[in-house]
């Protein structure tokens, strides 16, 4: 087998056609990864490990809640951390690429990283034998710039100064990889991670717009749905074309195309029914698309509504490479392989935490606990999904069980370091928020 593990990012829960988004006025926004969930599975219930980029990237990476590890306590990690020695994934930690690595598979990592700069950290200390990307978590789609203004566009450790839009580069490169591993039969992993749909605005066709945003890649005073929907409809292409190549080398049957976003939408997005989005446990910035493809395993057309966060694909990662974690590191992430081979839905409580205004979360069935500024709430998320109706009163031996459940989670994670920085994009300021 092989697999490929498709990250968007800051991508919405109702920004593709196959969860119910509307059709942009070019046509279908995502036909060809709403034809991966027509052709395999698709969840309903699945969730980023946090609201914000790179802590949810060291649980894809490590399997296991990335509160374990200092540097996801960042909110994210920012280009102020330049040179840190503790702000990024240890090389020493045990990772899905290494472990499979280490088992004889090739692998590298395309597109974004966004889990500390070199020296101390890096994709190919932390096993990806191959990458190709920026480092940092934003970058400019033309000028391939960061938001200090810093050139971020790497071939393994050496900058490379390639044209064109990066949402094309990605998968041009991610093309030309394919075609080169898939001859030697080996397996492999392709962690084909894009940074669209994330800020700038700009579409294939807006290169003059660099030169407008260079000063903040926040572009705060642009953008539209307009623009927004094309960006993800380019990644589609792109999508469409490594579809294209598994095809063409006779290998789509036996790999594995996972496609998720590492959080919940943010200001263009479509999170429809649900509320909140990027930096918040509310549904919206935690709840994303899910998609699985394989056909020798899995049986086309299926939805799912099992409780899962992204941690989950790594144990399901390894579990279906039949490869062992690292005894030194248990998983917290449980396997999907039962689900995805047609089995039934298994209980799965999740748990979240930010420094950001103090929020706390747990899904345990259809209840969920959150806590966001002091205020606790109680959510019956399967009836109300937009979290409205809130039942702490009402149902007062309920709420404290599962506040209690959490605070027992919570005694066996490290505290939030005290200067652990939380960075905003934007504000009340900038935009009316709900």
Known sequence: MNVIYVVADDLGYADLGCYGGRSADFGAVSPNIDRLAREGIRFTQGYANSPVCSPTRFALMTGRYQYRLRGAAEEPINSKSRGSQTLGLPPDHPTMPSLLRDAGWRTALIGKWHLGYPPHFGPRLSGYETFYGPMSGGVDYFTHCSSNGAHDLFENEEEVEDIGYLTDLISNRAVAW????????????????????????????????????????????????????????????????????????????DTLVIFTSDNGGERFSDNWPLVGGKMDLTEGGIRVPWIAHWPRVIEPGRASHQHCMTMDWTATVLDAANVAPAATHALDGVSLMPVLRGGPAFHRPMYWRMKHRGQRALRDGRWKYLQVDGHEYLFDVEADERERANLALREKARLDALRDSWLAWNATMPEIPADATVSLGYSVKDMPQR
Do not use: C
């Not at 394919?178 to 290169?207: C, I, K, M, N």
């Not at 953008?223 to 579809?243: K, L």
């Open 178 to 253: 394919l075609d080169q591993v898939a001859t030697t039969g080996a397996p492999f992993l392709l962690s084909l991670h894009y940074t669209a749909p994330h800020w700038p605005w700009e579409t294939r066709d807006d290169a003059a717009r660099a030169e407008q945003v260079k000063g903040n890649l926040f572009h705060l005073d642009g953008g539209n749905i307009h623009t927004y929907r094309r960006m993800i409809h380019h990644m589609d292409e792109g999508i469409g074309q490594v579809m294209a190549t598994l095809e063409r080398h006779g290998i789509a049957d």
